[in-house]
């Protein structure tokens, strides 16, 4: 398979997360044009799986450099245009379980190559996305698979700092900390189908742990005293860690919720506060990496990182305090922050290549 299918693949992600946001802002009262009724429906699959299963998929692809594991980008990608272009749901959920199958095997790959605990976290993440996309598969109505695919980000991220925290070299104990929370939230997880009353706050609690183990023992602690690029990562790891504690504690509090202000607070506490911190933070590496091309970094990324964080406290304070009109102009920003940081990447990118030719 010819590795300039990144480009498409990349391409096709973000475009997935972009029509799935302006969707959300039609699930949120703004009167806006949908080619599709069905894209309403849709945002949480093009989320999680087109976009966010496309592009992690495609990262561990470039990085390991097997061609045949395109597959599994290929086909998150392929099931992310079937929802926009209204292909039936049952076609789509197979490309999805297809497309984290072959994910699955590429963490397989990678555990048989490096057995350890980051590689093991990435496997576990992997087979909680396949889990949720067979239930979806299924027939299982959407808020009864988010912990499935909640444990996939949460799990194949904190796998990726896990492997970088090998250099602060964290004490044993750690180690045994973090696996009990792996434990905590499987067991989350094991009983959110038939108990979800029981399972979704044990795993809020799992990601509450989660949180704190980061704060604690992950190189960001020690690299925001640096300065420039380092710094400006070790920024965004940090706030993405306290989203993602707050998520953990909202699920305590909120339960296993399936709509509602409650449910959105939960949801985009960790969608955009967690996932799009930890993306906008590791987009200066991953980027050159996926396209070939030069990025350098410059202060005008802490714009899209600021931008982010107000709108999202905005929404979240629109929500809880039944503020709909805030909760709508938080929405909005949102939006902007996603492609106030597509701009701010292209542009820097573009000039970098310029001064580096």
């Known amino acids: 398979m010819n590795p300039r299918l990144r480009y498409p693949l990349l391409a096709a992600s973000f475009l997935a997360a972009l029509l799935a946001m302006w969707a959300g802002l039609v699930r949120m009262g703004w009167r806006l044009p949908l080619y599709s009724p069905a894209w309403i429906l849709a945002h949480g699959p093009l989320m999680v799986s087109g976009f966010l299963g496309t592009l992690i998929s495609l990262e561990r692809v470039v990085a390991l450099g097997r061609r045949w594991m395109y597959l599994a980008p290929l086909f998150s990608a392929l099931g992310a245009l079937g929802l926009l272009f209204g292909l039936p749901q049952p076609l789509v959920a197979a490309l999805m379980t297809l497309a984290s199958l072959g994910f699955v095997a590429i963490c397989l790959v990678m555990l048989y190559r490096l057995p350890a605990l980051f590689t093991l976290t990435m496997l576990l993440g992997a087979l909680a996305w396949l889990a949720g996309n067979l239930f979806w598969w299924g027939g299982l109505p959407i808020y009864r698979l988010v912990p499935f695919w909640v444990a996939f980000l949460a799990l194949t991220i904190s796998a990726e700092r896990l492997e970088l925290s090998r250099v602060r070299r964290p004490p044993r104990y750690a180690e045994g900390l973090f696996l009990a929370i792996l434990l905590l939230l499987l067991l989350g997880l094991a009983i959110s189908l038939p108990w979800g009353a029981g399972g979704v706050p044990l795993a809020g609690l799992a990601l509450l742990a989660m949180a ?109 305090g039944g503020w709909l009109l805030l909760r709508q102009w938080g929405g909005v920003l949102n939006l902007v922050a996603v492609l106030l940081f597509l701009l701010n990447t292209l542009v820097v990118g573009l000039r970098s290549q310029r001064q580096a030719g």
């Open 212 to 320: 704190a183990w980061l704060l604690t023992w992950d190189i960001a602690r020690r690299t925001v005293r640096k300065s420039g690029l380092t710094r400006f990562i070790a920024v965004c790891m940090l706030c993405g860690y306290l989203w993602l504690g707050l998520s953990g504690a909202f699920a305590i509090l909120f339960g296993p919720v399936a709509a509602g202000f409650s449910y959105d607070a939960l949801l985009h506490a960790f969608f955009l506060g967690f996932v799009f911190s930890m993306i906008f933070g590791h987009a200066p590496i991953i980027f050159p990496a996926l396209l070939g091309k030069p990025l350098v970094y410059r202060p005008l990324f802490y714009s899209h990182l600021l931008l982010l964080q107000v709108s999202l406290l905005l929404r979240i304070a629109g929500e809880l």
